[in-house]
């Protein structure tokens, strides 16, 4: 059973545009939510995380939103390069104490059109 | 800084062969580590995870099997490789205590 669901599965935008991705968690304990960056061939690169205290996280030109009451979560990525052209993951965590578990969305592909 | 390593990043095995794939981390000590796989199109799957020397916990049960013989070593290991292993495997390191995981640049494992 998958314990976080992401959408969509790819998405193209133009050069300039904003890109949204969203996950859907069910496991109220998760308390950490990170999202990662992966070029083809590449392992991830961590992005941007955000905790359940926080509605809201920017760095840069991205942006996670955070709905704990739907238990949603959101990427936005705002002026899209083509450079930004990569899969994006989503996941969520509960610390228990010496570490965490990663449950990751099924990633999504983004196509930044130059 | 910390830096992860993976080895080999290529692999092309025949099926019943045996694996070994091998994971270092340094510059941190007492690190949490990881294995994922990642089946092409779709997400990470954990497989094994390990807080500590010869600490391991499996996720999911198969022909895999995990060993740590060293504090900064982390090593996935088969017997007889099946067609439906192939995949990028990635490990990951995270800090004792701390939630943040960093992923290493990965195995593609090619199972003929």
């Known amino acids: 059973q998958q314990q976080v669901k992401q959408s969509p599965q790819s998405l193209i935008v133009q050069k300039g545009g904003i890109s949204i991705i969203n996950c859907a968690y069910e496991?109220?304990?998760?308390?950490?939510f990170p999202w990662y960056q992966q070029f083809p061939g590449k392992g991830p690169a961590l992005l941007i995380a955000i905790r359940p205290d926080v509605s809201e996280k920017k760095e840069g030109r991205f942006t996670i939103s955070f709905n704990k009451s739907a238990k949603q979560f959101s990427l936005h990525i705002m002026d899209s390069q083509p450079g930004d052209s990569a899969t994006y993951f989503c996941a969520a965590s509960r610390f228990w104490g010496f570490g965490n578990v990663l449950h990751c969305g099924s990633g999504t592909q983004v196509i930044v059109l130059p | 800084s910390q830096t992860i390593h993976q080895w080999p990043a290529t692999l092309v095995q025949p099926v019943g062969s045996p694996l070994s794939l091998e994971c270092t981390v340094e510059?941190?000590?007492?690190?949490?580590l990881y294995w994922y796989r990642q089946a092409a199109g779709r997400g990470l799957q954990l497989l094994f995870y390990s807080v500590g020397i010869g600490q391991i916990s499996s996720e999911v049960p198969q022909n895999l099997s995990a060993s740590r013989p060293q504090d900064w070593q982390f090593i996935l290991s088969s017997k007889k490789l099946l067609l439906s292993d192939s995949g990028f495997y990635l490990c990951a390191w995270g800090g004792l205590h701390q939630e943040t995981q960093y992923f290493g640049p990965g195995t593609r494992l090619l199972v003929l």
């Open positions: 496991n109220t304990a998760f308390d950490y």
């Open positions: 510059g941190t000590s007492n690190p949490n």
